[in-house]
């Protein structure tokens, strides 16, 4: 038996008893930052930081939400500060979904796309040998027993 399988048997979890499991404006911002992450769109969110004993409102990408240690958390990029931020959820006072897409998702996607074309069409199967044999033999400044290298003057 695999040592992941028999976890459940040794540990076991329970809720935090401070956490509100049931309130509906946790569970509403819960489902905002579900959708926020499965469509990629970008939203603005009112936390309170503990550690700065203030609230903020941040622009966010939003990516993943985990649980850890008996709580929901929200994993961001938050552009002001150009890293990922972890936001507990219990703390999260709103969360506004916003029309744009993560901007920096859709601009790589397309750099993707363009990259896979590109890869494409240097398959050898479908590149014309004459002309990759002559931008080659032109890159590395080889010619031909054969062949006359006219230099013409620059422009």
């Known amino acids: 038996m695999q040592f992941v399988d028999q976890l459940p048997r040794v540990i076991a979890t329970k809720a935090d008893p401070m956490r509100r499991q049931d309130d509906p404006k946790q569970q509403a911002i819960v489902a905002r930052a579900l959708e926020a992450t499965v469509h990629q769109r970008q939203a603005t969110l009112t936390y309170y930081s503990k550690s700065s004993d203030r ?3 941040y622009l966010i990408h939003p990516y993943r939400l985990a649980y850890a240690q008996a709580g929901l958390y929200l ?3 938050v552009p002001e500060y150009g890293q990922v ?3 507990a959820i219990e703390r ?3 969360l506004s979904l916003l029309e ?3 901007h920096r998702i859709v601009t790589l996607k ?3 796309d363009e990259l896979k074309n590109s890869v494409a069409l240097l398959d050898p199967d479908h590149v014309d040998p004459d002309l990759s044999t002559e931008l080659v033999r032109e890159n590395l400044n ?3 027993e054969d062949e006359y290298i006219l230099e ?3 422009r």
């Open 85 to 87: 931020r972890t936001f």
């Open 75 to 77: 994993l961001a990029y």
């Open 92 to 94: 999260i006072e709103d």
């Open 142 to 144: 080889v010619a031909h």
């Open 152 to 154: 013409l003057p620059q």
């Open 100 to 102: 744009q897409r993560q």
């Open 110 to 112: 397309a750099e993707r």
């Open 55 to 57: 609230t903020k409102t």
